[in-house]
């Protein structure tokens, strides 16, 4: 009996080493070399209307758009009101819409005095000659509040281009305390943020 049963696990040995060489013969493999993985950036862009200069790359995905006192200098009397014209270029993969949004990040001047009273808004518009339609304007925020936080702008998400009017407004009912004051060297920041 005992050589019997040496018999069956010698089979079994056999039929396991078997089987799994047979399965050895049925698998395959190939490589891929020299691939590359890496994360895309978005790209806007700002250029503007009359100033001679379009954008300017500051390096690290970051275009500055330097008016040069070209730009909302017109001096306002109560109810008056300025604009200047930009094109925001979204230059990334068309897949990939941009959420934009605009915050007021730095100013010189009579600040304290004018940042309740002056107000501003974005309207975008089909290009500089076109009146923007009230409707889809943004609405007229003081410059204390464009300072305070990003704010959106109308029109949002970017896919390719949108051309704005940015407009600046003294209010008819302003404190008379504001005449003749001035803000200058103010920069605004405009961000574009992947939309979700």
Partial sequence: MKK????FFGIFLVLGIVAGTGYALYSSSVRIEG????????DLKIDAYFTGDGWVNEGNGLYTLDVEGGFLTRPLYPGEMDWGHIKLINSSDPSMPLKITGQLISHEG??????????????PVADILSDPIEAECGSWLTLEQWNTAARAFPGNPLTTEQQYWVEVELPANVDP?????TISNVTFTITGTQAL
């Fill in 4 to 7: 019997i049963l040496v018999g």
């Fill in 35 to 42: 691939a590359v993985f890496g994360t895309a950036n978005t």
């Fill in 110 to 123: 009579n600040w304290n005095v004018l940042k309740g009273e002056l107000r501003m808004r974005v309207c």
């Fill in 177 to 181: 305390n504001t005449a003749g004051n």
